[in-house]
């Protein structure tokens, strides 16, 4: 491992850095990224590690964020990410953000950020995950049946081979089970189910649980 399987761009900007650094916090990078998903505290310890040595470059702020909403640590989280969209202008992380707001019992604050006007911007799973963390604000306020209403869009019948479209109608299903409207549930768990190619989900199984319903529109 030597920094180099980081992306060109990533690599561009640490270019800034003399060559030792820049190569130091590349490995640390590197590693943050091949740990995220399996072990997030170590991830964690790398990227702050990385920022320590570089944290004037914006990659570097957004790897720690990413990798402190990752490792649970959502103040850090925030602070990061903030840091990194204040150098960088990007918004890509403002459903993270939002979602940090979340897990900090601000779920006010998560919805302001739902309204930011830069959540326009954002590519089409950017804009549906901000409206999944949105509805999951609206239901840490109680408020289940607005939570469903906002997923209401028309996304939820996309035929596209991606990720966000069951994670759409999975959200949409647990909303509508908060709310009391179990038939509509199953129906829409079972969707999720058909467009959750990879398995990410377990929607097959929340649908059984709920058991039979009528499965017309």
Known sequence: MTGRELDEEIRAELSALSGQMSAAVARHLVMAQRLLDDEPQRAYEHAMAARRKAGRIGVVREAAGVA????????????????????????????MMADAERGLGRPRRALDLSHDPAVTGLDTAGRIEMLIVAAGARRDLGDHEAA????QVPELRSTAHAEWVA??????????LAAGRDKEARRWFLRAADADIEGETDAAERAAEIGDGDSDD
């Open 167 to 176: 994670r759409l109608r999975y959200a949409y299903a647990d909303a509508l």
């Open 148 to 151: 469903a209403v906002s997923l």
């Open 68 to 95: 402190a909403y990752m490792a649970g640590k959502y103040a850090d989280a925030l602070a990061e990410l903030r840091a990194a969209r204040r150098m960088t202008g990007s918004a890509e992380y403002l459903p």
